[in-house]
């Protein structure tokens, strides 16, 4: 496995989801048994909590005739179940991120690209940065639970219990909660909520990192380019730009790694983020609407993230044939001449990080997603 170093990249992502039992380094046969028994019950907590508590509730406010909205409902346990998948997919594929970190941070043959440590550094701090808005965030939907008074004020009006200041909704068999069990459960869903938001979005943030950090493979590819017809010797000028070829297949070669990572680890995001949007949406005209928009500008933020890198890679990719064009090719011999042509047509093909089921993550796809939403949110401020 790619080991953790404070020195390399990935190391603020990584460590966070450590921190969560996602991502494991090399431990005991015992300790890793232990450590996958708690993250199995955490998740299968998390499940039941967000998933089916939340269903439930919808169930019975509907059966109930309660008259609340259950939007919050929706876009809790749809968006919680995005969430659960993206960190069971990357548990199951960790193995393959962690050897596309190992090829990604391997300079042995290439060398190291110039400005791959300052891209580094500020990957390392975003990542900080996203982690710490998560638990903030989450922290903030606690507080507002539990301030926030249409629950109450439904509870009045329907003259029925209705369990209130929790960071979920949530129905029980029984009518007469305590204070102390309503703190509970709200320190129960804010402990699961954290274990599966932080390192949920810290996984939506690492095509970003991962892609930031292919592209200085790839700008470093242009320098060499450029330079591939500088000098007079046809023996050099051939040594180059096979050089250069190699280096072109090995960075295709990480590509294709990430593309299936991704589209395996988060590419469901493209299914579900429209009708969460959705959701997330009328409950802002509903119910925490504070708590709401932290929600949906995390969810925003990790769709974007993930279309801006696919945006990002395709562009970069493209634009290799430009720097080769814009070179002294001419100056070559025939057979240099030939290859140029092939490099050429190969660079014409983008490089591009599929969604799931269908699509590729970019800026179209962004824009579609968000207008989705908008009908949604039409939709459901019509029938409810």
Known sequence: MYTIKKSQPF??????????LVYREFVQKSTFM???FFSSFMSFSAFLVFVCGCILHAVMSIRENIGGDISEDLSVSIGGLAMMVNVAMFKYHQDKWSN??????????????????ATKDRANLLSTLYMIYCITGTIVYSCVGVIESSCDELSEETKQK?????????????????????????????????YIITPSAVICFLPFETTELLICHINFLKDKLLKVFGNEDGMIRNDKLRFCVAYHTHILGMADQLKYVVKFSVGHMSLVCALVFGCIGNQIFRAKPVGAVIFLLGYMVSLFLLCYAGQRIMNESLSIVDVIYNSKW??????????????????????????WPFGIFSFPLFMMIVKTSYSYLTLLRQST
């Open 162 to 194: 209705v369990i209130c200041g929790t960071l979920a909704p949530i129905w029980l068999p029984f009518e007469d909660v305590s204070l102390t069990v309503r703190n509970t459960i709200l320190l129960v869903q804010y402990v699961l909520a954290n």
């Open 330 to 355: 001419y100056k070559g011999n025939t057979q240099i001449k030939k290859n140029v042509r092939f490099m050429m047509a190969r660079c014409q093909i983008p490089v591009t990080l599929d969604a």
């Open 100 to 117: 596309f970190f190992k090829d990604v941070t391997n300079f042995e043959k290439f060398g190291k690209p110039t400005d791959f440590d």
């Open 34 to 36: 232990l450590l996958s």
């Open 11 to 20: 190391y603020s992502s990584l460590r966070t989801l450590r921190f969560f």
